[in-house]
């Protein structure tokens, strides 16, 4: 079965780096767009990027864009954030995202839209 496995979360101080890591398997991963998000506590969970199924399309929503970068390594099975110049307000459990359309035009910000999900990691900034 599909399954994704998110790693890379943890404690940083306001400024900091972080990288997230997406590790799939049980699906053909190149095919499938694949997003990050997060849910901070008493908040929704909310789409932060996507990256096509080829890896030639991104896209970040406002709030991260300039500090997140979304990429993937196909060969790897692995989408990645590099998550930059991090702020008290980025403190949330993120998590990854399969689409189960088969190479989606375009790239859906709509959770209902991704299928299969990890179990999150949490990342904390402290200021």
């Known amino acids: 079965q599909v399954q994704l496995v998110e790693s890379g979360g943890g404690l940083v101080q306001a400024g900091g780096s972080l990288r997230l890591s997406c590790a799939a398997s049980?699906?053909?991963?190149?095919?499938?767009?694949v997003g990050w998000f997060r849910q901070a506590p008493g908040k929704e969970r909310e789409f932060l990027a996507g990256?096509?199924?080829?890896?030639?399309?991104?896209h970040l929503t406002d709030s991260v864009r300039g500090r997140f970068t979304i990429s993937r390594d196909n060969a790897k099975n692995t989408v990645y954030l590099q998550m930059n110049s991090l702020k008290p307000e980025d403190t949330a459990v993120y998590y990854c995202?399969?689409?189960?359309?088969?190479?989606?035009?375009?790239?859906?910000?709509?959770?209902?839209?991704?299928?299969?999900w990890g179990q999150g990691t949490q990342v904390t900034v402290s200021s």
């Open positions: 995202a399969a689409d189960r359309s088969y190479r989606r035009t375009y790239i859906s910000t709509s959770l209902g839209d991704y299928n299969f």
């Open positions: 990256i096509n199924w080829s890896g030639r399309s991104t």
């Open positions: 049980g699906y053909t991963f190149s095919n499938y767009l």
